[in-house]
């Protein structure tokens, strides 16, 4: 059912971009707002394993080193509980508490974090669905939390000063806290947008959650001995 509930998303946004039975868009309200999306329903498949592979379409254990390679900025950072809703995303006000990778002038104490959650309606109702680093059971950071992200410029068309997105991997936005508050998400189960706002993840099971949080650890042990 987990399967059905993934398949469900791809064929959705496939649907958008071939026929257009679902459009992506930016609210007025949400945007002055954000706090109008809490009763929405968030589509989202959990976090597992299998999922995960069958996304990047890999059967190996996974290397995440890329994610240290591949990123221009890796900050740890607190989430001062400032967003809105701009640019078919949620910008997330940050302060930088410390740099692993790339530099932050010193004048650039908050950057902005475009975290890939968008706005659908669907054919009776409208939706928050997750992409990128959102697709696989991610959810918004919760305010006054600490977390290591692994950044890239966000593209000039979006058009804000120290934009940036998250890289394409469920662990691109790491809890700095050992205890990482998540969510067992059922076969089937939707829940809404208010209900994600004390989690970091929503995951498939207990295994697939430790296998997340071991490799959480790993990869901030990698940032630190480097």
Same mark, same amino acid.
């Not at 649907?15 to 992506?24: C, D, E, I, K, Q």
């Given at each position: 059912m987990r399967r059905a509930v993934f398949v469900l998303m791809g064929v959705l946004l496939m649907?958008? #971009?071939?026929?257009?039975?679902? #459009?992506?868009i930016s609210f007025s309200d949400f945007a002055s707002d954000p706090s109008r999306l809490n009763n929405l329903p968030y589509?989202?498949?959990p976090y597992s394993v299998a999922e995960e592979r069958r996304f990047t379409g890999s059967s190996k254990k996974h290397d995440d080193s890329?994610?240290?390679e591949q990123s221009e900025l890796i900050v740890h950072i607190r989430f001062n509980g400032e967003r809105k809703y701009y640019a078919k995303s949620f910008l997330s006000s940050v302060e930088v508490a410390g740099v692993y990778k790339g530099s932050v002038e010193r004048s650039e104490s908050d950057i902005m974090i475009y975290e890939p959650l968008g706005v659908y309606q669907l054919t009776d109702h409208r939706a928050v669905v997750g992409e990128g680093a959102y697709l696989l059971g991610g959810t918004l950071m919760r305010s006054g939390a600490e977390y290591v992200l692994f950044l890239k410029h966000a593209p000039a068309r979006m058009d804000v000063p120290k934009g940036y997105v998250l890289l394409e991997s469920p662990l691109a936005k790491l809890p700095v806290s050992r205890s990482c508050p998540y969510r067992l998400l059922g076969e089937g189960e939707v829940v809404s947008m208010s209900e994600t706002a004390k989690v970091d993840l929503l995951v498939a099971s207990e295994d697939d959650f430790r296998n997340y949080d071991s490799r959480c650890l790993a990869l901030l042990s990698q940032l630190v001995d480097d």
């Open positions: 649907s958008a #971009t071939m026929v257009g039975f679902l #459009t992506r589509i989202a498949a890329w994610l240290i």
